[in-house]
């Protein structure tokens, strides 16, 4: 197993940068980058749910330093994508 959460950062869409994240560790969030057993239960890195690491999505906000992305549960995935999808929307407008 290998954790990297000692350093998180989140993709901010509107500012187009990283910005400092951190998850709350009173509630003992165990949120690897990587696991080698497919069932061992993780926390999701946006929410906190217990799922399966095997179950889990990387985010596609929430980074370490060298761009890995931490786990997120399948309705945190959805919420990133559909934030991601809107923002696309929104500059295409922009673009015409």
């Known amino acids: 197993m290998i954790t990297t959460d000692y350093f998180m950062q989140k ?11 951190t998850k709350p560790e009173e509630n003992g969030w165990y949120c690897p980058i990587y696991c080698n057993d497919m069932n061992e239960l993780v926390n999701c890195t946006e929410c906190g749910k217990q799922v399966e690491y095997g179950d889990t999505f990387t985010s596609r ?15 945190c995935n959805i919420m990133e994508f559909e934030l991601e999808n809107d923002h696309i929307t929104r500059i295409k407008k922009d673009c015409k």
């Open 11 to 21: 993709w901010n869409l509107q500012k187009a940068k990283y910005e400092p994240y």
């Open 61 to 75: 906000f929430i980074h370490n330093r060298t761009g890995f992305g931490f786990p997120v549960c399948c309705e």
